[in-house]
């Protein structure tokens, strides 16, 4: 799939990271690896989320890989509450951003060839609902809103089982063809059906079953 990294620095390591950044993106390369590579000071990478609901929704799912804790510490807690304060525009902002992107890749979940990730009901749709509690309440973990009131018991249940459902059929579009790869055509329909063990009935296919699994989880 794909991957987006940040390196977060401080303005007198700026150019300790360059050379860091420059290196990684020849051995990420080396590996068959193609991620997202930025280079941000903290300060930076909020001011860019704020004016962008696509960094901003990518920055909501950060999380420490490796290096200094109290920088990424500091950085979170500043974006969180900076978040927080915006929260109005900010929901507002990635709202419409995913109803453009649906308007692109289908805004019917009944697609023919459905975008597993961008159609209408997607994972897209899931993480939507991570990004406004994020703006909301400084939480993307759907437990956590659960918690905290912002998500009822039983949108729970029905979200978990809808992204289990649609991340194992991402993957294994993304296995099928060793690549980003998240259309979901008629002929590997079929495939999928049969390879997850789909029977049919009198007068309803493999592969009717199986899309409409896929139709009641988005």
């Known amino acids: 799939s794909d991957a987006d990294l940040m390196l977060l620095t401080t303005r007198s390591a700026e150019s300790l990271a360059a050379k860091i950044i420059g290196n990684l993106t020849r051995d990420l390369g080396d590996s068959g690896i193609d ?5 941000r000071l903290p300060d930076e990478a909020c001011k860019m989320s704020w004016d962008d609901p696509v960094v901003f929704s990518s920055l909501a799912e950060s999380r420490l890989l490796a290096g200094s804790l ?24 990635v709202v419409a951003a995913r109803r453009e992107e649906r308007q692109r890749w289908g805004e019917t979940n009944y697609l023919l060839r459905p975008n597993v990730k961008r159609s209408r009901g997607a994972l897209r749709d899931i993480q939507l609902i991570r990004w406004i509690g994020f703006a909301a309440y400084g939480e993307t973990d759907l437990e956590r809103l659960v918690k905290l009131g912002a998500l009822p018991e039983e949108d729970y249940r029905l979200l978990r089982q809808a992204y289990g459902f649609m991340l194992s059929l991402r993957n294994e579009l993304h296995f099928r ?7 979901l ?9 049969e390879d997850w063990g789909y029977k049919g009935t009198d007068g309803v296919l493999p592969v009717e079953q199986f899309m409409q699994d896929y139709f009641d989880n988005t």
């Open 185 to 193: 055509d008629r002929p590997t329909q079929m495939e999928i059906a």
């Open 70 to 93: 109290k920088l990424y510490s500091k950085y979170f807690y500043d974006f969180r509450h900076g978040a927080m304060r915006r929260r109005n525009r900010l929901i507002r902002e």
């Open 35 to 39: 991620p997202g590579l930025s280079i």
């Open 177 to 183: 063809e060793q690549k980003s790869q998240d259309i």
